[in-house]
């Protein structure tokens, strides 16, 4: 169900992430150019472009992480504090599409130095790089404040 929520708004998701990292362009480059027409989203620095399709929305990081985070909080939800989890399941969530952001950002920085690099083995593996990483570190943080509080 959540799939097809996200999926319908891909395109809400396409602009916040092109806003949010054309903000972020226009202070290390102010040349720095945004497109939004309907569901087309680009952005623009120097001879570089990228288009911010379906595909890098941040949609599958929001669904990947909901889907991952709340099985590991209900796999066994008698340690688990599903208000605490409830919670920090919306905090990374949120963390989760930053990520994105972040991400589209590097690849329009690192494609005005070296557009072969950025549109090949950087976008090709940074995503799942990045998120892996965020995921283990959320987790790791996390982990304590989710267990049931025991009283003796």
Same mark, same amino acid.
């Given at each position: 169900?959540?799939?097809?929520?996200? *999926?319908? @708004?891909?395109?809400?998701?396409? %602009? /916040?992430?092109? #806003?949010?990292?054309?903000?972020?362009? %226009?202070? *290390?480059?102010?040349?720095?150019?945004?497109?939004?027409?309907?569901?087309?989203?680009?952005?623009? !620095?120097?001879?570089?472009? !990228?288009?911010?399709?379906?595909?890098?929305?941040? /949609?599958?990081?929001?669904?990947?992480?909901?889907?991952?985070?709340?099985? *590991?909080? *209900?796999?066994?939800?008698?340690? $688990?504090? $599903?208000? %605490?989890?409830?919670?920090?399941?919306?905090?990374?969530?949120?963390?989760?599409?930053?990520?994105?952001? $972040?991400? #589209?950002?590097?690849?329009?920085?690192?494609?005005? @130095?070296?557009?072969?690099?950025?549109?090949?083995?950087? @976008?090709?593996?940074?995503?799942?790089?990045?998120?892996?990483?965020?995921?283990? !570190?959320?987790?790791?943080?996390?982990?304590? @404040?989710?267990?049931? %509080?025991?009283?003796?």
């Amino acid at each position: 169900m959540l799939f097809y929520v996200l *999926f319908a @708004h891909w395109g809400f998701f396409s %602009k /916040v992430t092109a #806003v949010a990292a054309y903000y972020g362009l %226009k202070a *290390f480059y102010p040349q720095a150019e945004l497109l939004i027409d309907g569901n087309n989203v680009g952005l623009f !620095v120097g001879g570089f472009a !990228v288009g911010i399709a379906e595909a890098c929305s941040g /949609v599958m990081l929001i669904l990947l992480f909901v889907v991952l985070y709340s099985l *590991f909080c *209900f796999i066994n939800p008698t340690n $688990i504090s $599903i208000p %605490k989890g409830f919670s920090l399941l919306i905090l990374g969530t949120v963390g989760a599409f930053s990520l994105n952001i $972040i991400r #589209v950002f590097l690849l329009m920085v690192i494609g005005t @130095h070296n557009q072969e690099f950025a549109l090949g083995l950087f @976008h090709d593996n940074a995503t799942w790089i990045l998120f892996v990483s965020y995921y283990l !570190v959320y987790l790791y943080l996390t982990y304590p @404040h989710l267990l049931r %509080k025991t009283q003796s």
